[in-house]
């Protein structure tokens, strides 16, 4: 109820701001009319950002997510917005060093040699600290709001998510199903003792990779509320923004890799995707911080995975796109459309990789397949009453998303269908990129059990 009343109250300070909006208008000439829309637009913006910044959680996710996906959104609401990526109101450093004692048994100026009590990032769930064990060693620590796995509770428990998503996607989509997976990943990352053990198995995968960097996880210091893993360098996302053309596609290029690479290799995918979770180096390096949100694949999902792709890209047929798409429940068996209907519409899911030239992904591309992804019968035409989404591809809709979003702000540039090939099992294409040389040499010596590069 509390919460609730949080938004309401948000609700009414933003109409309220409108209001007195409407009021000026009238006396204002044309120029003076959009000074003050721009104003009105960045106050309410500031408005949802400290609400949902304070408020942490579910809610908090869901500001992150508009910061970085809208392309339509003025950049001054963007940036107002953007604080809520890696710089969301910190909690009081009396309750981190609480929640320190309460789980490592001691006050962080005793847990660790050196404790900064300023956090250097406040996300969603938790926030980090710089602090020095010990032992000597430079760590990050992410310590969890204490309450919020009760604000999270509280948020799923009154929001009926299936009646929430239904109207942005498909008419046929099974809500339910989707709730359920969402949920699921949502309470997930309340578990910091899950995310410490996902975190430990990306680093120890990628560990010694030319250009993936996973910082190790520190056990004995890390419980069920707090994760203590290496200290990490590097800069962050608004400053590659403002970095050379070449860095920002090496960079695009590691996290194209990355993504696709645990996918099909680790048959695991890190589903969270925005700019607050990566820390860039030089050479296209890129330190990935968060692991609370993971799908994990089994081998039948993957091969499902694989049958799309043979259908979609490799023989790709707008017979055989319909077939495997009611196959797999991405659309109802016997739909009264057309098989070229069927394929315009699944082809939203592989335009990056259908044709083997470089391609240059832009805010607007970006968005268009955000659009298309949660279009209606205006996008789609009559294929979206018969279309689904099953649970197990939802959070591989983080790659449509967040990640193409991501790419779209950078403006990254890549022949995105020989990278994947490179992947692909059913393909091994030798590499097309020197970073993908580096990674086969890599893969070669660390994982010689992965088939690579068919000559």
Avoid at 138 to 158: C, F, H, R, T
Avoid at 367 to 390: C, E, F, S, Y
Wanted: a negative charge; proline letters at 6%; one cysteine or more.
């Amino acid at each position: 109820m509390e919460r609730g009343s949080e938004i309401a109250a948000m609700a009414a300070r933003i109409g309220a701001g409108a209001a007195a909006n409407r009021a000026q208008r009238l006396f204002a000439n044309v120029a003076r009319r959009e000074s003050l829309d721009r104003e009105l637009e960045l106050r309410s913006a500031e408005e949802v950002a400290r609400t949902l910044g304070n408020m942490k959680g579910a809610m908090m996710k869901l500001g992150q997510l508009a910061s970085f996906v809208d392309d339509a959104m003025p950049e001054e609401v963007r940036q107002a917005l953007s604080s809520l990526q890696a710089d969301a109101p910190p909690m009081a450093p009396e309750l981190a060093a609480r929640v320190i004692e309460e789980e490592l048994g001691a006050p962080p100026d005793r847990a660790f040699a050196l404790w900064d009590p300023d956090p250097i990032a406040a996300a969603s769930i938790g926030q980090v600290h710089r602090a020095i064990t010990n032992e000597g060693q430079a760590v990050a620590v992410k310590v969890q709001y204490p309450g919020i796995a009760s604000a999270i509770a509280a948020d799923l428990d009154n929001t009926d998510m299936a009646a929430l998503l239904s109207p942005l996607l498909f008419k046929g989509l099974d809500g339910k199903a989707v709730a359920a997976e969402l949920r699921e990943r949502l309470v997930e990352e309340l578990d910091y003792e899950l995310e410490a053990r996902r975190q430990a198995r990306f680093a120890a995968w990628y560990e010694g990779h030319p250009t993936i960097k996973v910082p190790r996880v520190l056990d004995p210091l890390s419980t069920r509320r707090v994760i203590t893993s290496e200290l990490a360098e590097g800069i962050r996302f608004s400053e590659l923004e403002l970095r050379s053309k070449v860095e920002r596609d090496l960079a695009a290029e590691t996290i194209y890799r990355f993504a696709f690479g645990s996918i099909y290799r680790m048959r695991a995918f890190n589903g969270d995707p925005h700019p607050g979770n990566y820390l860039f180096g030089p050479d296209g390096q890129v330190t990935f911080l968060d692991f609370g949100l993971v799908k994990e694949f089994t081998e039948n999902d993957r091969l499902q995975m694989l049958q799309m792709i043979d259908a979609c890209v490799l023989d790709h047929s707008a017979a055989a796109v319909r077939r495997t798409s009611e196959e797999l429940g991405f659309i109802a068996q016997g739909a009264p459309v057309s098989d070229e209907a069927v394929d315009r519409f699944m082809s939203v899911f592989f335009d990056i990789v259908r044709e083997d030239r470089p391609m240059t992904i832009t805010p607007e591309w970006a968005a268009q397949v955000a659009r298309r992804l949660i279009g209606g019968r205006a996008t789609h035409g009559d294929v979206v009453k018969w279309a689904n989404m099953p649970a197990t591809f939802v959070i591989l809709q983080r790659i449509n998303v967040g990640l193409f979003a991501i790419f779209g702000r950078l403006s990254a540039t890549g022949n995105w269908r020989a990278i994947t090939e490179e992947i692909w099992p059913s393909i091994l294409r030798p590499p097309t990129t020197p970073m993908g040389k580096a990674e086969l040499a890599w893969l070669r010596e660390r994982h010689p059990e992965v088939p690579a590069c068919r000559t």
